[in-house]
């Protein structure tokens, strides 16, 4: 498989041998620093974050103490980074690794970062393997899922049909199911918070989560016996909430005068990518919009997700307009008639009708968090709160009634 392609070692520079993992130097890498240097670099090195974000992700699938995993295991790894594997792969997977068995626990940190290199080969046949820009990209993906690793083990369950009542979104981590709203954490270590999508953009059917159903799932709201949809039109943006926030219907907002609409606070993610449903995405907070809707306060916090390509240059609510032209005001029109589709009133706003920034909307968000906090510890008094063990982790199983709020 070695190539004679002494430029991918000039280009790389002295900087790329100098490759290690948390435990130190890999064997594998140091092979492959020597292959550089006698101008036989098989693959272009990975940088020491990314090789940290996948022994992270190794170590997670790890079930035993002498750090080796399985033909699964790694296929896992690949779905998780959005490259799922066929057949063929998978068999030629299987050969690479010299094992009959996907279960077989064999497959070391080393061998595995061999096989994955091989895969993203530089000089490698296109039709035949990944690109390495597609592999940047998914490494990116990967290690802003891995900044929370009990984000990265929640899946997304779907049950029933689209466009029935039936149909449901559930959440599980390793096979046991939680709620979006209240296990899911509201922040990560690194500061940004969890975006929990309902409405994928470009979308029009109201999926919401069910805060009077057991564990919450995401359903289709349903009103007079039919299910709604926005009948404005397609949503702009990925519209959903933040988990572990709750406006309260008792708490008379000053800056709109009017009570929290029972509802975890609404989330519009601005980036260009469709989020889909029940997908947990890491965001920043950029503003908010204090949105009055039939007498209830309805905030609704602008955010944009941590691997947008426009992240880095977006931080408080003045950059949203200067990267995004006109965004805010068409955000705030949407907002204002959509309602009228359907014959109803133009919706209002307080704060004088105007977004507020980063700052003030955190604010907001921590006043909905403590809310939440306090409305768990209400309802744990009264015996209504449900632990589900799962492994280490406690589940919450909490669902709001008519005397909740």
Not at 56 to 80: A, G, P, Q, W, Y
Not at 290 to 302: G, P, S
């Amino acid at each position: 498989m070695a190539r004679q392609v002494s430029h991918v070692a000039k280009e790389l520079g002295p900087n790329a041998y100098e490759l290690s993992t948390p435990e130190g130097k890999s064997p594998l890498l140091r092979r492959t620093v020597l292959q550089a240097k006698t101008g036989q670099a098989v693959i272009v090195k990975d940088s020491p974050e990314a090789v940290k974000a996948m022994k992270n992700v190794f170590m997670r699938l790890c079930t035993t103490t002498n750090e080796l995993i399985s033909v699964n295991d790694v296929i896992k790894v690949h779905n998780l980074l959005g490259e799922p594997m066929d057949d063929e792969d998978e068999k030629k997977m299987m050969t690479f690794f010299d094992t009959p068995s996907k279960t077989k626990v064999c497959i070391s940190f080393d061998t595995f970062m061999g096989w994955w290199n091989e895969l993203h080969d530089v000089g490698a046949d296109p039709d035949k393997y990944y690109s390495q820009e597609r592999y940047r990209q998914r490494f990116k993906v990967l290690q802003s899922r891995l900044k929370e690793p009990t984000i990265a083990s929640i899946q997304s369950v779907t049950e029933g049909e689209i466009g029935s009542r039936r149909f449901r979104v559930w959440f599980e981590s390793d096979g046991t199911r939680l709620s979006p709203w209240h296990d899911i954490p509201l922040r990560n270590p690194d500061g940004s918070y969890n975006f929990v999508c309902e409405i994928p953009k470009w979308t029009r059917k109201k999926y919401e989560i069910a805060t009077g159903e057991t564990m919450n799932p995401i359903k289709q709201d349903v009103k007079n016996g039919v299910l709604r949809d926005y009948k404005w039109g397609d949503m702009l943006f990925n519209y959903g909430a933040f988990p572990q926030t709750w406006e309260d219907p008792k708490h008379v907002s000053e800056e709109t005068g009017f009570p929290g609409d029972n509802d975890p606070i609404d989330v519009i993610e601005l980036g260009t990518r469709q989020r889909p449903v029940g997908s947990i995405t890491r965001v920043k907070i950029l503003g908010v919009i204090a949105m009055i809707d039939d007498d209830e306060t309805d905030w609704k916090v602008l955010t944009i997700a941590m691997d947008d390509d426009r992240s880095q240059n977006v931080n408080d609510l003045n950059d949203i307009d200067a990267h995004m032209p006109g965004c805010t005001q068409a955000l705030t029109d949407w907002l204002r008639m959509y309602k009228t589709a359907e014959g109803k009133k133009e919706n209002k706003f307080g704060c004088g009708g105007k977004p507020q920034g980063a700052a003030f909307a955190r604010k907001v968000v921590d006043e909905c968090h403590a809310a939440w906090q306090k409305l768990l510890t209400t309802a744990d008094e009264k015996g209504k709160v449900k632990k589900i063990a799962s492994g280490s982790n406690l589940y919450t199983e909490l669902a709001l009634g008519d005397d909740d709020d």
